[in-house]
Nanobody, 124 residues
Framework: VQLVESGGGLAQAGGSLRLSCVAL????????MGWFRQVPGKERELVAS????????YYTNDVKGRFTISRDTAQNGMTLEMNNLQPEDTAAYHC??????????????????WGPGTQVTVSL
């Protein structure tokens, strides 16, 4: 499976961006999916994740109320709507999929599938 992200770029504080992730290869219906972000020199952080049936979602405290994750079954992928962006949201955002993504979010081992990342840069 190959994960392909799109939608990153530049935004001003208070602005919005929409990230998309499409999985190529086979269906990810049995996988949890999520977005991690990583800043050079820091550990990756799970920003948001969504269950197999989109029946549950997790958000890290910093993005609650600002970001919304959703699954796109038709595209075999997911999206992340990011509103009221702040400079501290600046990072490389990676799409990920794993049968147990949320529970393994702090594991040193990477998720089973990991996208190359898309850069989000937020300026004042």
């Amino acid at each position: 499976v190959q994960l392909v992200e799109s939608g990153g770029g530049l935004a001003q504080a208070g602005g919005s961006l929409r990230l998309s992730c499409v999985a190529l290869g086979h269906s990810l219906d049995t996988y949890e999916m999520g977005w991690f972000r990583q800043v050079p020199g820091k550990e990756r952080e799970l920003v948001a994740s969504i269950g197999r049936d989109a029946d549950s979602a997790y958000y890290t405290n910093d993005v609650k109320g600002r970001f919304t994750i959703s699954r796109d079954t038709a595209q075999n992928g997911m999206t992340l709507e990011m509103n009221n962006l702040q400079p501290e949201d600046t990072a490389a955002y990676h799409c990920a999929a794993d049968p147990d993504l949320y529970r393994r979010r702090d594991s040193p081992a990477p998720p089973e599938y990991w996208g190359p990342g898309t850069q989000v840069t937020v300026s004042l």
